[in-house]
Each structure stands twice: as structure tokens, then as C-alpha cells.
């Protein structure tokens, strides 16, 4: 009888729990699909989400699709993550360096790649002739032309 009322408890606590919202979104890769466009997310370095208040990973496969959805609804930011384009794992959004590059092959064309370190984004601007590295604010607020057609969708 002791155990059952335990196992009980510890089920209520477990349901009463509030969800982590303060680490990044899990991601399938290569199976989820893009919660925005519904293209399957299979490049990592380009993804980008959030965990929403009910503790549900929402994830892009374009870093552009977060910043568009980010313009609609700036109360997601502070839960904001991207991947690092070297392969560095999750990055808060806010705290990750930006460059855009028009030539770069991005899922839906932003153009956009994201970095833990600024001094890579600036080798990468640099090795490719891209714009200068942006922080999150200057990209949020004045995407310049970056993914701007994301902008105007859905």
C-alpha cells in the first residue's frame, strides 16, 4: 500500500512539473519536418527553434524561418536557438553572430548562417565575400533584404 501511494505521488509530481523551457529544441534530424514550411530538417547547420511554454521543440530548417517567425512574435527570443554552422551545437540565439551570405545554399534561401564565435563568422564573411557579422539584435531588427521574402509569408 506504501509503494502504490509513492508511485502515486511521484506520478502527480511528474505531471505537475513545469517543462524545461530554458535548453534548446530536440530536433529529429533528417525526419522532423520544419515547422513552418514542412520540409524535412536534414542539415543541421542551418537549423534553428525553440522550446514553446507547454515544453513542444517548434524547429526550422532555415535559420531565416526562425528570424521570420521572431518578427511576429519577439516574446519567443529569449527561448531562441540556432546551430552553429561549424558543427558547435546549439547557440542561443541572442548570444550567436550572424553573416549573410547570398550565395549560401540555405533550405529556403535566407542566405543566413549562424556561429558561436564571432571570430569564425568573421573568417567566414571573410573567406566568402559575404556581409559583415550581425549580432541577433541588428538581424531581428534590419534583416537587410537577408530571407526578407520569409518575411512576407504565411
Known sequence: MRTTALVALALILAACARPDLTGPPQVAFG??????CGMIISEER???GYVSETGQSVAYDDV????A??????????????????????VRAKEASFVVSPGLATPMGSGMAAFADSARAAEFSQARAA?????????IDNPDGAGAHLLDER
Open 31 to 36: 525526419r522532423q519536418e520544419c515547422a513552418r
Open 46 to 48: 542551418y537549423a534553428a
Open 64 to 67: 531565416g524561418e526562425l528570424l
Open 69 to 90: 517567425v521572431l518578427s511576429k512574435q519577439p516574446g519567443l527570443s529569449a527561448r531562441a536557438w540556432v546551430r552553429d554552422f561549424n558543427g558547435q551545437g546549439w
Open 131 to 139: 556581409g559583415p557579422v550581425r549580432a541577433f539584435s541588428q538581424v
